[in-house]
């Protein structure tokens, strides 16, 4: 099991990169039930699309060849529509200004 997780982790050299470790907590906040955001994305229904959860390296080569490098590190990965899934129409680098603006509002009580 080990050596399947080593073979993955490193079948596209870029396991140190910014591009994968956006790609890696990405699937945390929807998939990692202990993830400290899980509540506000798995937990809400939003998923990963298929393409970017292929086995063997093949989903983050698949994520990258859609998002591409990170402008800059004041960039993280944005949902465009934040009711929405991570899919390929529908994320982006963006920076904090970007984000804020596109935040998902919380209704009042």
Known sequence: NSERTSKIATTHGMTD???YKAYDSMKGRCYRPKNASYDYYGGRGIRVCDEWLLPDGQGFANFFK???Y???PTYSIDRIDSDGNYEP????WANKSEQRKNQRRMKKQ
Do not use: Y
Not at 89 to 92: A, F, K, Q, T, Y
């Open 66 to 68: 859609t998002v591409g």
């Open 89 to 92: 129409d529908n994320v982006r």
């Open 17 to 19: 990169t910014p591009e």
């Open 70 to 72: 990170r402008p800059d």
